[in-house]
């Protein structure tokens, strides 16, 4: 209500302003741009070939399977990556600053940010891109405080729901991987339909069909190819070509002072002029579009902060951007990649929604009718009565400016940014398949395993047990039985089966199994977007609408979801609550408001006042709020009398989470050169990773709200000081957008590329001596390794248990599993009792 208050309020200041006024001058500014151009603005139809869309297409997607694949050569030859479950999600764990923004960048450019942004400056004038930009970058810069806490409190997890199952166990879990599928569901469609759309209008002959298939097939390939690294790398050179494109049409509008015959713009003093010649919207400060008093600016800016915050927060990708980060240093990824995407729409929607509006004046009449500026094309944000679908903005005018290579370049452009989207998004859902579904509840390693007990022999780790209930089991990295089989089974066929160490063959061939079946749920996922996308378009879903009620229906999971990271006291009963009631809460309050509206719910009145502004801005005001206080309030009444003492308990459950074969804690103290790793359970205690995340935590926090507030109200409230812009204001203005571009491009395309270099040659050289080392001296190799040293001391000769046995715990009386099926292929290559033991002392 206060909102919208507050915005009739704005509304009625805005039009006790006198609105613009044409006079000699600005006939005269036309008059002298028009006498220039030779030609009158040819009709839009769209003149990219099918045979180069395809060729386009599949250039790149081989290209992308290219890249792939030197990217599993580079980790399997410098960093001597296995080829394992785990680095087909988390890329080995190692990704640097540089690549991280990178990737995040290109996965939150959706064909929509392109387009969608310069159809809101198109309709308000500059106020729109700037709400277009900070409404979507806050989220980023936000979760950089997530991440540190996701690192901090579970470095061991995969996915953000393992760490709700670790805390809450299995129902909260099924709740919050129903709403992390359904985000991953509307997300994929909304993209690729959007994307799609985009293209059919754009390319000559293409079908649906066809664009969906060809999609699906590139996306496909290289991601199976080469896991989530690969989508790091093809994430580089996606970003890259986005950000030359960007850079081609800056300089087009702005700088291009050349052939005025095909360009009329060129230069800022003449967009400005034809600017201050365009009668704006009413609600603009002296209908001028130059101005950020803009009643439907700051509408659709309120109503794009609140509906982002569910589709990053609930969305599987960015966690797995976090998870995939080097520890320390994901939340600079964060902010950089927060920062940087405010570049694309901003500067694009600066450039090429102003430039639409001045070639409106130029001509005579707008180039495209209010209809096609609506037309259903590209999607989302904001709903039909502000504004209908996104339009054909962005490719009119590059057409106009550019020709057929303007038209080209936009297809080229959506199609960088669909591929990385939908790669994450099939990264994220497969991840979700795999170790929240399968791990969890299809087939299961050991089943009843207590937190703090051993995953590869189910005994206890803490100190408090006798020697007989205490796990035994040495670190794999001392594992020599498994170093051996590890370099055989290089060159043997890829069974699953053919691991034997008595301590850690059970537990490697149970993860073989998982990584196989991971490669066809790739396949799986992929095929499933083609149908998904068909059925979409055909019963003509409304993308505008489905993405703001995506806010209605998943907003109320986000404030729990980071409560889950954050707040000890949190509790099952809480975050069930939380999710369900904030979401039944939100769809009731959403249906009743548009109820109110004329014409009610019925006779085709849904979708047009469900959508309307005023109840998706209530329903996804309801839904993130009434999701948290529900959350809290039914965690207080179950937790309160909790002592503190125990709470500092709860994050060992979620420290718990560990892949035995590749624990964290060495990991963790060699990066960091923690002291305490290795005592017990082979990790650093909370209090040391605490102590070391002390910085980043600052940083992420101090970054996110003060970012945050300077571009959500102190930037904007700044501008309202300007009013409307003089000639040397939007000078200024350009200058900002063109800046905050050319800065971004630079940090994008090379700190990603140098880090990488760096780091491999770094890799390179530690290989080199490594081997030099082991040449002078090879009977010092086992003894220098430092990890897990005081485990070979602790170790008595007690006889392990059999490969075998720690799979037949494993399957439940009845249960077909998997599991079993391994446990039978096994069975012909039991070895002897504490062999690999033996061979080490
Ligand atoms: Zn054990
Ligand atoms: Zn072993």
Request: aromatic share 10%; proline share 4%.
């Amino acid at each position: 209500m206060t909102v919208k208050v507050a915005l009739i309020a704005l509304t009625v200041l805005c039009l006790a302003y006198p609105s613009a006024s044409g006079g000699p001058a600005c006939e005269e500014a036309v008059e002298r741009v028009r006498n220039g151009t030779a030609a009158a603005t040819g009709d839009f139809r769209p003149l990219v070939e099918l045979r180069e869309a395809i060729l386009l297409t599949l250039g790149f997607g081989l290209f992308a399977g290219l890249v792939a694949y030197v990217f599993n050569l580079v980790r399997k030859y410098v960093y001597h990556d296995q080829d394992d479950l785990d680095t087909a999600f988390d890329a080995g764990g190692q990704v640097s600053v540089g690549l991280t923004a990178t990737t995040i960048v290109s996965q939150w450019t959706w064909a929509a940010t392109l387009l969608q942004s310069c159809t809101v400056a198109s309709k308000f004038g500059i106020s729109g891109p700037f709400w277009y930009a900070a409404g979507a970058s806050v989220q980023i810069i936000v979760f950089a405080i997530l991440s540190v806490e996701l690192k901090m409190k579970a470095p061991g997890a995969k996915t953000y729901l393992q760490v709700i199952k670790a805390r809450f166990g299995a129902k909260a879990h099924i709740v919050y991987c129903v709403f992390a599928l359904l985000t991953n569901v509307l997300v994929t469609t909304m993209l690729m339909l959007g994307g799609i759309a985009s293209m059919t209008s754009l390319v000559n002959g293409l079908t649906t069909e066809m664009a969906a298939i060809c999609l699906a097939a590139v996306i496909g390939t290289y991601t199976l190819i080469g896991g989530l690294g690969a989508t790091f790398y093809v994430s580089y050179f996606n970003t890259a070509l986005i950000f030359a494109v960007l850079i081609t049409i800056l300089w087009k509008v702005y700088s291009d002072g050349g052939s005025v015959q095909q360009n009329p713009l060129g230069d800022v003093r003449t967009v400005y002029d034809l600017l201050t010649c365009s009668s704006g919207p009413a609600g603009n400060q002296e209908q001028s579009y130059l101005t950020f008093f803009s009643t439907g600016g700051l509408m659709f800016g309120v109503i794009n902060i609140i509906g982002n915050f569910g589709a990053v927060f609930c969305d599987q990708s960015y966690w797995q951007s976090t998870v995939a980060a080097r520890p320390l240093e994901g939340v600079w990824g964060f902010i950089s990649g927060g920062l940087t995407w405010f570049a694309i729409p901003f500067s694009m929607a600066t450039t090429v929604g102003l430039a639409y509006v001045a070639l409106g004046t130029v001509n005579g009449e707008a180039l495209l009718s209010a209809e096609d500026v609506d037309k259903g094309l590209v999607a989302p944000v904001v709903v039909h009565r502000l504004m209908g679908h996104a339009g054909l903005v962005a490719p009119v005018v590059v057409h106009r400016l550019m020709g057929h290579a303007g038209q080209v370049i936009v297809v080229l452009m959506i199609l960088m940014a669909v591929m990385s989207t939908g790669s994450a998004e099939i990264i994220a859902v497969t991840s979700i398949i795999v170790y929240d579904i399968l791990k969890d509840y299809v087939c299961i390693f050991r089943k009843n395993l207590s937190d703090s007990a051993c995953t590869l022999c189910g005994k206890r780790r803490a100190r408090i047990f006798r020697q007989a209930d205490k796990c035994q089991c040495k670190p794999v990295a001392n594992c020599k039985l498994c170093k051996e089989e590890a370099a055989k089974g290089e060159k043997l066929t890829q069974e699953y089966w053919l691991y034997s160490c008595p301590t850690h063959g059970a537990y490697r061939n149970y993860l073989n199994l998982l990584l196989s079946r991971k490669n066809w749920y790739i396949v799986v996922v992929t095929a499933a977007t083609v149908p998904l996308v068909l059925v979409a378009d055909s019963v003509g879903l409304n993308l505008g609408w489905l993405y703001l009620f995506m806010g209605v229906l998943i907003g109320a999971a986000v404030i729990p979801i980071g409560m889950a990271l954050f707040w000890a006291r949190t509790t099952a009963a809480g975050m069930i609550a939380g999710a369900t009631v904030g979401s039944a809460l939100a769809l009731v309050c959403w249906l009743a408001v548009a109820a109110t509206l004329p014409g009610g719910l019925m006779g085709g009145n849904f979708i047009k006042n469900t959508g309307d502004q005023l109840s998706m801005i209530v329903g996804n005001l309801v839904s993130i709020l009434s999701g948290g206080a529900v959350c809290a309030m039914v965690s207080l009444g179950g937790s309160f009398r909790v002592p503190t003492q125990e709470l500092e308990e709860e994050w060992e459950k979620t420290r718990s989470l560990d892949n035995p074969l590749k624990p964290w804690g060495p990991t963790y103290q060699s990066a960091y050169k923690m002291e305490s790793a290795n005592k017990l359970n082979d990790r650093p205690t909370f209090a040391e990773v605490r102590r070391y995340c002390r910085k980043p935590r600052i940083t992420a926090l101090a970054a996110g709200i003060g970012i945050s507030l300077v571009l959500v109200i102190l930037w904007p409230a700044g501008m309202l000081a300007v009013g409307v812009m003089n000639g040397d204001q939007f000078q200024h203005w350009v200058n900002v957008s063109q800046s905050w571009a050319y800065i971004a491009a630079a940090f994008l395309i090379a700190v990603p590329l140098v880090q990488e270099i760096v780091s491999v040659r770094r890799q390179y050289v530690t290989n080199k001596s490594a081997v030099d080392c082991a040449n002078e001296d090879p009977v010092e190799e086992e003894d220098n390794k430092t990890v897990g040293i005081s485990y070979i001391e602790e170790t008595s000769p007690n006889p392990q248990q059999p490969a075998v046995d720690g799979l037949k715990d494993a399957e439940g009386p009845g249960q077909d599993s998997d599991a079993q099926v391994l446990v039978k292929k096994n069975a012909p290559q039991e070895v002897g009792d504490g062999r690999c033991l033996e061979d080490v002392l």
